[in-house]
């Protein structure tokens, strides 16, 4: 009996194990996707970019992209493309952890 209560052990852990692996790389993946090219520089979508365009008062704004150049953006459209792919991205990783989950408890 306790072999077999091991055994069950052992297969908890290793289930736990692989759901713990599969979230993580599931994270790194969306934050991957959540990059965004604008005016030949790329953005990283994040909540605080999105409150900063949000914000800032001028039409024309300055950024530093991910690569530390300074880019010029146009800040009520940029803002418009940050918020549409970012709940996109939000979407997509929130079904995807929900099959993460199903699968889990199976």
Known sequence: MD????????????????YQINTRILREKIQTDLHVVYNNGMFLVTPEL???LS???DDVIYL???????????RSELLKICQQHYQ???NAWHQQYA?????RKI
Not at 3 to 18: D, G, R
Not at 99 to 103: A, G, S, T
């Open 88 to 90: 996109k991205v939000m």
């Open 3 to 18: 072999k077999i209560n091991i055994s069950n052990l052992i297969e908890v852990t290793k289930l736990s194990t692989k």
């Open 64 to 74: 530093e992209d991910i690569y530390k150049n300074p880019i010029e953006a146009n």
């Open 55 to 57: 914000v800032w008062s």
């Open 99 to 103: 099959e993460l989950k199903q699968v």
């Open 50 to 52: 999105i409150a900063f």
